[in-house]
């Protein structure tokens, strides 16, 4: 069964950087698509980044296009998103997600598994 473990958050000053992990403890999601959402406080989840299995597609929300990079390592299990020129607006949880098909998307009703969702705080 998928299991996946977000972590990686913290309080970071604007302009700086932080790496999230996102790992499926399971061991399961062969041939998923994933996505990192992330949902601040009184506001709807939003979509942030997606990558297909083979990670030959990726989607990017125009807000993080040029400053995020999706990526993920099958052998590990695992996925990431590299944030860099990090901006207050960018404080959220961030959840990791996945789903049964392997090509990305930005509708967050079509992931199966999510994480449990971690603080990410970019002070000014």
């Known amino acids: 069964q998928v299991s996946l473990v977000d972590s990686g958050g913290g309080l970071v000053q604007a302009g700086g950087s932080l790496r999230l992990s996102c790992v499926d403890s399971g061991r399961t999601s062969s041939g998923y698509g994933m996505a990192w959402f992330r949902q601040a406080p009184g506001k709807e989840r939003m979509f942030v980044a997606a990558i297909s299995w083979s990670s030959d597609m990726t989607l990017y929300a125009d807000s993080v296009k040029g400053r995020f990079t999706i990526s993920r390592d099958n052998d590990k299990h695992t996925m990431y998103l590299q944030m860099n020129s990090l901006k207050p607006e960018d404080t959220a949880v961030y959840y990791c997600?996945?789903?049964?098909?392997?090509?990305?998307?930005?509708?967050?009703?079509?992931?199966?598994?999510w994480g449990q969702g971690t603080q990410v705080t970019v002070s000014s």
């Open positions: 997600a996945a789903r049964w098909r392997s090509e990305p998307t930005t509708r967050a009703l079509l992931y199966n598994h």
